[in-house]
């Protein structure tokens, strides 16, 4: 595989396009892995274009790091192909995928300098020593660690380690960049700004990088796509809008945007409209047009954040605020709706307008902002 040439110092290297970051830079094609009973992965299909951040989001024991490893080579498919660039590297062992990876634990060679670590994957590929020593530098520069080349790892803080290890990731400039979980073990506000940092790298560099996390949160945060695995499925793979906006399933709406849900019923169909009576209050909602026949059985999925509370005669419900927290710029809202047992309704709204604790309100939404899913009959 190419190399991309002349390695840009920091300061340089927004305006430098990389060449290759065009073009289909990764694809798997139906990849299945079985443990005994246990369908690990099932025939996951996805296309990766050069400079596309992608992340595999999934609770634990839903395949992403299955799936990663037989990217990565470290784990045999029982079927299915894996192509790096236009090249089938489905057999090849990992090393010569020229993959790059950053795993959770560092892995950095504890008896190594830092830039002894970072120089590693070059110095296995036989690159000259000045040429090595030129890309090292230039490198820890990028990840802001000029300065510590001379230091051991155990010198350095967990986010600095982690950064050497994203460090020996880029040195070589793989065509595609593997991390797994790569800040799950630093705290919350390092990882924030690793996110950052590991965004901006990403960007500046046009790398493609497949990461995987467990969080939402960064995988909105991080990824042009994501795709959402559940059991060893890739539920939905789309941008992060589109994801939100735009759920295939009540499973995606719930696990990115904890949706509120009411069960309906389809009452009829305008141009622009479904309307939908809701089973509980009977109060009538309009959804943006969906292709359901009048009568079919439906969950209506709402983000609290598009929920609005209003006049209680102006909405499609009416209810009482049961609790409402103040969480910064936001306020979190319970709403108990009239006529039934449903769970609260959650809003979030600005902090400042939220409706307060004991309340009577009426809740209002944007047709555009809701999702509509048929219901098994009786279901
Ligand atoms: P994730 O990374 O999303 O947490 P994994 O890919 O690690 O999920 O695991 C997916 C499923 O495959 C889980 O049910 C897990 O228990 C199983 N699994 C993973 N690796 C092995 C293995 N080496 N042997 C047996 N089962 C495994
Ligand atoms: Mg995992």
Redesign the pocket.
């Given at each position: 595989m190419a190399e991309f040439g002349v390695v840009t110092p920091s300061v340089e290297v927004a305006g430098v396009k990389q060449p290759t970051a065009t073009g289909k830079a990764l694809s798997v094609v139906a990849l299945r892995k079985t443990?005994?009973d246990?369908v690990?992965?099932d025939e996951a299909s996805m296309e990766i274009a050069a400079g596309e951040f992608v992340t595999?989001l999934?609770?634990?024991?839903?395949?992403?790091?299955?799936?990663l490893?037989m990217i990565a080579g470290f784990c045999e498919p029982d079927s299915g192909t894996i192509t790096v660039g236009d090249r089938d590297v489905t057999k090849l062992a990992p090393q010569k995928r020229n993959l790059g990876f950053v795993f959770q634990q560092y892995l950095l060679f504890p008896h190594m300098t830092v830039s002894e670590n970072v120089a590693f994957p070059l110095t296995l590929r036989g690159v000259p020593k000045d040429e090595i020593r030129r890309r090292v530098g230039e490198t820890l520069e990028i990840a802001g660690l000029s300065g510590f080349g001379s230091r051991r790892p155990r010198e350095l803080s967990g986010g600095q380690q982690q950064r050497v290890a994203l460090c020996r990731a880029l040195v070589y400039r793989p065509p595609v960049i593997l991390m797994?979980e790569p800040l799950g073990a630093l705290d919350k506000k390092l990882r924030d700004q690793l996110q950052i940092e590991i965004k901006t790298i990403q960007q500046e560099l046009g790398l493609t990088v497949i990461y995987?996390t467990?969080d939402q949160e960064e995988a909105l945060v991080l990824s042009d796509r994501i795709a959402v695995?559940r059991n060893?499925l890739i539920e939905q793979f789309d941008t992060p809008r589109e994801l939100f906006e735009r759920p295939r399933t009540p499973f995606v709406a719930d696990f990115l945007g904890a949706a509120n849900f009411l069960p309906g019923r389809v009452l009829q169909n305008t141009d622009a409209h479904t309307v939908v009576r809701l089973d509980q209050s009977g109060g009538l909602l309009k959804a943006r047009r969906h292709d359901l026949a009048s009568g079919t059985p439906v969950k209506v999925a709402v983000q609290p954040g598009r929920l609005r509370a209003c006049a209680p005669d102006d909405g499609f419900c009416t209810g009482t605020v049961e609790i409402a927290t103040y969480v910064g710029t936001l306020v979190r809202a319970g709403v108990r709706i009239d006529g039934g047992d449903a769970p609260l309704l959650r809003l979030e709204v600005p902090a400042g307008r939220g409706p307060v604790t004991g309340e009577r309100v009426g809740i209002t939404v944007d047709p555009e902002d809701v999702n509509l899913f048929p219901t098994e009959q009786g279901g």
């Open positions: 443990y005994g246990v690990a992965v595999f999934g609770a634990s024991g839903s395949g992403k790091t299955t799936t490893m797994d995987v467990h695995m060893g």
